[in-house]
């Protein structure tokens, strides 16, 4: 487990002496030893003694500056890799320049670290393709920690907690609990562990300001690592940390909670097989929330299989019934480095963790992640002096968010060795000052997605010409401004592509006690209007009940926008400049259209038409094809199969009877619901009767050709009716339907379908269903002519559908 090689140092004392009289060997052989068992502390003292033997080996030179980066001597690593780096003639040692910068810029050095990571890879640059990125990502981090560090937060207030909680070994995990501290320490004896030299153990103490003491032996198991204590917000259960050596100083934990009633804890309980996977550490618990379900989840850390980097941040779903869901990876949280001691803060919804994979000062730094829209928003770095050159861990925050804790191993923590001024990790507390801030936050308006990158200006109203501040970042998305009371701002948000945006602050009448102003800035994109129209290619005509989809080809990520208008040709959608977008028009009956927008084709306009014309597709893209019938037609009360009516003579009639059947269904009817009922049945006369007849013109259009060509074409026709009268009558009624398309086909120009019907090359599959297949909702009472006929649901029982072609030789 990473974070215990950073934790694990053990005094001088108890390191086994060898003797001046040992060989080189000796020492060498003992040496690789520690560092294969992860005892760096050792293997220092080793290879220094190695040295003794020739000071100019430069062999064992790098090995001294090894051992003591590892045990995070980042001084006495830095003089010796500078002196491999000075001795070396042919590069034997490529990586004592990569690891010379990283010493400089773990002691806070960064201008000299930037320059040495920049001649590491003038030298080296594409040689390792790992050590080079390193390089590329710790460079542009010390340029950028120069700032950082130039510009601390003056809010936080630092103090070591002193000798009550800290000693000369590893204190961590921290959390205020009703004004107790509960903490881990890395100080206890195992009197049973033969290993040499000792290894410590690691108890859970806790602390009222003035007596530290350990939990009992029924909490804290003797011989055993318990740590990482974290409390459920209705303090009735804690979760925990039970740990055992595995090789060496290798440390892997696992979870378990206890349940706490009247302030004592439980039975140990450990968490499941899913949680706790064999081989592998699961440490560092939190309670807190999902954000995407809002659910109650345990968040962990572990170095499990599934994994972005070395150690990540996991959760697992804590149920209903006590149980727990499978773990999942929180990937917008973790980098391929590692990702550790999370802390969900309850009060703001607010993700606080540590990581060395990100863009910070030297080695473990802290950081935190919104809530937004249920997913974790930027990840945002907390600056200097909270973060430092050292590595900084296990923050905690308390619910007003006026106190946290945090452990360090900056230069103010007690040293296990003085001289190498190294070790260990302290308790450190943190006053937030409660002065009056402004916290900006940038969304795209459209989306309410973050938007990083902004530029948002703080001016004084009393003199607009006055910046106060400006605040620009690529990669941000919240900035933080001071404010000074009993003053009128504005701020001033812009970024490229988008509308700029100004609010108005007024901190004059803020309450004593209000000291934070945070304010969500939606930015429209710069849009232009596009129209777009749509044409039948043939007659030129508005084309009716047409899908337009309109697709940004440079950004697929971004939502299509796309929708059907059954009552005109005419579709307007808002676009972003900049950018390419492709046009899709799509009707039944027809080809699709596609027409190309280029950011050239909308340059210095606000408003963009695009005309597309469909062309007639062929006969599968009619289908289905549904053709409507007044009620009780063809020939009205007839027992017969057949008629002599064709279609065209019923559709007539029945279209110029629209405003009758809006009249006789809506008049019962008042207001929204009238004009609701009203619009439906118009768009039913206008996109799906009169659609229905002037495809059937197309369909047959396209069949000759089709038949002329020697195909064998055969359709099958389905014939409905809607419930108002008999079931035998309305099936006789489906199929005399039926018949007068069948006579529609037969008249087709002048008769030119009848050969093809005689000779076989054009066969009809006629079926009724008659009412049998009508919604139970669609009304056939006799006496209620106002549902039974003029409803739109009776109305769209009464057709015929072509709903199947083959088409053959």
Same mark, same amino acid.
């Given at each position: 487990?990473?974070?215990?090689?950073?934790?694990?140092?053990?005094?001088?004392? /108890?390191?086994?002496?060898?003797?001046?009289?040992? &060989?080189?060997?000796?020492?060498?052989?003992?040496?690789?030893?520690?560092?294969?068992?992860?005892?760096?502390?050792?293997?220092?003292?080793?290879?220094?003694?190695?040295?003794?033997?020739?000071?100019?080996?430069?062999?064992?030179?790098?090995?001294?500056?090894?051992?003591?980066?590892?045990?995070?001597?980042?001084?006495?690593?830095?003089?010796?890799?500078?002196?491999?780096?000075?001795?070396?003639?042919?590069?034997?040692?490529?990586?004592?320049?990569?690891?010379?910068?990283?010493?400089?810029?773990?002691?806070?050095?960064? #201008?000299?670290?930037?320059?040495?990571?920049?001649?590491?890879?003038?030298?080296?640059?594409?040689?390792?393709?790992?050590?080079?990125?390193?390089?590329?990502? /710790?460079?542009?981090?010390?340029?950028?920690?120069?700032?950082?560090?130039?510009?601390?937060?003056?809010?936080?207030?630092?103090?070591?907690?002193?000798?009550?909680?800290?000693?000369? @070994?590893?204190? @961590?995990?921290?959390?205020?609990?009703?004004?107790?501290?509960?903490?881990?320490?890395?100080?206890?004896?195992?009197?049973?562990?033969?290993?040499?030299?000792?290894?410590?153990?690691?108890?859970?103490?806790?602390?009222?300001?003035?007596?530290?003491?350990?939990?009992?032996?029924?909490?804290?198991?003797? !011989?055993?690592?318990?740590?990482?204590?974290?409390?459920?917000?209705?303090?009735?259960?804690?979760?925990?940390?039970?740990?055992?050596?595995?090789?060496?100083?290798?440390?892997?934990?696992?979870?378990?909670?206890?349940?706490?009633?009247?302030?004592?804890?439980?039975?140990?309980?450990?968490?499941?097989?899913?949680?706790?996977?064999?081989?592998?550490?699961? &440490?560092?618990?939190?309670?807190?929330?999902?954000?995407?379900?809002?659910?109650?989840?345990?968040?962990?850390?572990?170095?499990?299989?599934?994994?972005?980097?070395?150690?990540?941040?996991?959760? $697992?779903?804590?149920?209903?019934?006590?149980? %727990?869901?499978?773990?999942?990876?929180?990937?917008?949280?973790?980098?391929?480095?590692?990702?550790? &001691?999370?802390?969900?803060?309850?009060? &703001?919804?607010?993700?606080?963790?540590?990581?060395?994979?990100?863009?910070?000062?030297?080695?473990?730094?802290?950081?935190?992640?919104?809530?937004?829209?249920?997913?974790? !928003?930027?990840?945002?770095?907390?600056?200097?002096? *909270?973060?430092?050159?050292?590595?900084?861990?296990?923050?905690?925050?308390?619910?007003?968010?006026?106190?946290?804790?945090?452990?360090?191993?900056?230069?103010?923590?007690?040293?296990?060795?003085?001289?190498?001024?190294?070790?260990?990790?302290?308790?450190?507390?943190?006053?937030?000052?409660?002065?009056?801030?402004?916290?900006?936050?940038?969304?795209?308006?459209?989306?309410?997605?973050? *938007?990083? !990158?902004?530029?948002?200006?703080?001016?004084?109203?009393?003199?607009?010409?006055?910046?106060?501040?400006?605040?620009?970042?690529?990669?941000?998305?919240?900035?933080?401004?001071?404010?000074?009371?009993?003053?009128?701002?504005?701020?001033?948000?812009?970024?490229?592509?988008?509308?700029?945006?100004?609010?108005?602050?007024?901190?004059?009448?803020?309450?004593?006690?209000?000291?934070?102003?945070?304010?969500?800035?939606?930015?429209?994109?710069?849009?232009? #209007?596009?129209?777009?129209?749509?044409?039948?290619?043939?007659?030129?005509?508005?084309?009716?009940?047409?899908?337009?989809?309109?697709?940004?080809?440079?950004?697929?990520?971004?939502?299509?926008?796309?929708?059907?208008?059954?009552?005109?040709? +005419?579709?307007? =959608?808002?676009?972003?400049?900049?950018?390419?977008?492709?046009?899709?028009?799509?009707?039944? !009956?027809?080809?699709?259209?596609?027409?190309?927008?280029?950011?050239?084709?909308?340059?210095?306009?606000?408003?963009?038409?695009?005309?597309?014309?469909?062309?007639?597709?062929?006969?599968?893209?009619?289908?289905?094809?549904?053709?409507?019938?007044?009620?009780?037609?063809?020939?009205?009360?007839?027992?017969?199969?057949?008629?002599?009516?064709?279609?065209?003579?019923?559709?007539?009639?029945?279209?110029?009877?629209?405003?009758?059947?809006?009249?006789?269904?809506?008049?019962?009817?008042?207001?929204?619901?009238?004009?609701?009922?009203?619009?439906?049945?118009?768009? =039913?006369?206008?996109?799906?009767?009169?659609?229905?007849?002037?495809?059937?013109?197309?369909?047959?259009? $396209?069949?000759?050709?089709?038949?002329?060509?020697?195909?064998?074409?055969?359709?099958?026709?389905?014939?409905?009716?809607?419930?108002?009268?008999?079931?035998? +009558?309305?099936?006789?009624?489906?199929?005399?339907?039926?018949?007068?398309?069948?006579?529609?086909?037969?008249?087709?120009?002048?008769?030119?379908?009848?050969?093809?019907?005689?000779?076989? /090359?054009?066969?009809?599959?006629?079926?009724? %269903?008659?009412?049998?297949?009508?919604?139970?909702?669609?009304?056939?009472?006799?006496?209620?002519?106002?549902?039974?006929?003029?409803?739109?649901?009776?109305?769209?029982?009464?057709?015929?559908?072509?709903?199947?072609?083959?088409?053959?030789?």
């Amino acid at each position: 487990m990473k974070i215990y090689s950073y934790l694990i140092l053990f005094p001088l004392l /108890l390191l086994p002496v060898l003797s001046q009289t040992q &060989t080189l060997n000796a020492f060498l052989e003992a040496a690789d030893e520690a560092e294969e068992n992860e005892d760096f502390y050792s293997a220092l003292v080793y290879h220094s003694n190695a040295l003794e033997f020739d000071t100019s080996n430069i062999d064992q030179i790098y090995n001294v500056a090894r051992s003591a980066r590892l045990f995070n001597a980042f001084r006495m690593a830095e003089e010796h890799y500078a002196r491999v780096f000075d001795m070396q003639t042919e590069g034997e040692y490529p990586n004592a320049g990569f690891y010379l910068a990283l010493m400089k810029m773990r002691q806070g050095k960064y #201008e000299e670290a930037a320059e040495r990571f920049s001649i590491y890879l003038s030298e080296y640059e594409g040689d390792d393709e790992e050590y080079t990125k390193r390089a590329r990502r /710790l460079m542009e981090a010390s340029q950028w920690a120069v700032d950082i560090v130039d510009n601390p937060v003056e809010e936080y207030i630092i103090n070591h907690t002193g000798s009550e909680i800290n000693t000369p @070994f590893t204190e @961590f995990g921290a959390v205020n609990v009703d004004d107790t501290i509960y903490y881990s320490s890395m100080q206890f004896d195992n009197p049973e562990d033969d290993y040499i030299p000792p290894r410590p153990v690691t108890h859970i103490l806790k602390s009222d300001g003035e007596f530290a003491e350990p939990l009992p032996d029924t909490i804290n198991l003797p !011989g055993r690592h318990t740590a990482h204590n974290a409390f459920t917000p209705e303090l009735d259960r804690v979760y925990y940390t039970i740990c055992d050596y595995v090789t060496g100083r290798r440390i892997n934990c696992e979870l378990y909670y206890r349940d706490i009633e009247d302030c004592k804890w439980g039975t140990a309980v450990r968490l499941p097989d899913t949680v706790n996977v064999e081989g592998y550490t699961a &440490t560092q618990p939190s309670v807190g929330l999902d954000p995407m379900t809002m659910r109650e989840v345990l968040y962990f850390v572990s170095d499990r299989p599934g994994g972005i980097g070395g150690m990540d941040i996991w959760a $697992v779903e804590i149920l209903d019934d006590g149980e %727990f869901g499978i773990p999942f990876n929180v990937e917008s949280l973790n980098t391929e480095e590692d990702d550790i &001691t999370p802390f969900y803060h309850h009060a &703001t919804h607010t993700l606080y963790l540590s990581s060395d994979g990100r863009k910070g000062l030297g080695g473990f730094d802290i950081y935190k992640a919104y809530d937004e829209n249920g997913q974790w !928003g930027v990840i945002t770095h907390l600056g200097y002096p *909270l973060n430092t050159s050292y590595d900084e861990t296990y923050y905690t925050l308390s619910d007003n968010s006026r106190t946290a804790l945090f452990s360090s191993n900056r230069e103010q923590s007690f040293f296990v060795d003085e001289e190498m001024e190294a070790c260990c990790f302290d308790i450190y507390e943190v006053d937030i000052l409660p002065s009056v801030h402004l916290i900006t936050q940038t969304f795209d308006a459209i989306t309410r997605d973050s *938007l990083p !990158g902004a530029v948002v200006r703080l001016v004084d109203r009393a003199d607009p010409e006055n910046l106060v501040i400006e605040h620009y970042s690529p990669d941000e998305v919240e900035y933080r401004f001071p404010l000074d009371r009993d003053r009128e701002y504005m701020v001033v948000t812009e970024k490229e592509g988008y509308m700029p945006d100004t609010i108005y602050l007024d901190t004059r009448q803020l309450d004593e006690d209000e000291d934070e102003i945070v304010k969500q800035i939606y930015l429209r994109p710069d849009q232009v #209007e596009l129209d777009v129209l749509v044409f039948d290619a043939r007659t030129r005509l508005p084309l009716l009940g047409v899908e337009v989809a309109v697709i940004n080809t440079d950004d697929l990520d971004r939502e299509r926008q796309e929708y059907t208008n059954p009552d005109s040709n +005419y579709f307007n =959608f808002p676009i972003q400049r900049g950018f390419t977008y492709r046009i899709v028009a799509n009707r039944k !009956g027809y080809t699709s259209a596609t027409e190309l927008l280029e950011p050239e084709d909308y340059a210095g306009l606000d408003r963009v038409v695009k005309r597309l014309y469909l062309d007639i597709g062929d006969l599968a893209d009619f289908l289905p094809l549904v053709l409507y019938f007044d009620n009780d037609e063809p020939d009205r009360r007839s027992w017969s199969r057949q008629t002599d009516v064709m279609y065209s003579e019923t559709f007539g009639p029945y279209y110029e009877k629209k405003d009758k059947f809006i009249d006789r269904y809506t008049e019962p009817l008042d207001g929204e619901e009238r004009d609701e009922e009203a619009l439906g049945l118009n768009r =039913f006369f206008e996109t799906e009767l009169k659609k229905g007849y002037d495809d059937l013109a197309s369909f047959l259009e $396209v069949l000759v050709p089709h038949l002329k060509a020697g195909d064998r074409v055969d359709i099958h026709l389905k014939g409905y009716a809607s419930p108002r009268a008999s079931r035998e +009558y309305n099936m006789i009624l489906g199929f005399r339907r039926v018949n007068s398309v069948i006579n529609e086909m037969r008249e087709y120009e002048d008769g030119i379908l009848v050969q093809y019907l005689d000779e076989g /090359l054009l066969n009809i599959r006629e079926e009724s %269903f008659g009412s049998t297949q009508a919604p139970p909702d669609v009304i056939g009472d006799l006496d209620d002519e106002r549902n039974s006929i003029y409803s739109l649901g009776a109305s769209k029982e009464r057709r015929v559908e072509i709903i199947k072609i083959k088409v053959g030789q």
